[in-house]
């Protein structure tokens, strides 16, 4: 398992627009699900290109607007 210091050196080198003091408000856990999403990102799309989102995510999410 890779630490946190290593999770967010990768990620900024996938997402130039991110930031380190950005990045180390989020847990190992959170991180590593965005590295691993970044990562498929890169990858040519097609039938083996394939990203499986995580149980406890929604796969839909609305918003209610406020007036």
């Known amino acids: 398992m890779i630490n ?14 991110a930031t380190a003091d950005w990045l180390n408000k989020f847990t190992t856990p959170a991180l590593r699900q965005y590295l691993d999403h970044l990562q498929m990102t890169i990858e040519p799309r097609g039938r083996a290109s ?6 406890d995510t929604a796969a839909v999410v609305t918003r209610t607007p406020c007036w």
């Open 50 to 55: 394939v990203w499986i989102r995580s149980g």
């Open 4 to 17: 946190k210091t290593r999770i967010i050196s990768a990620i900024l080198q996938l997402n130039r627009s």
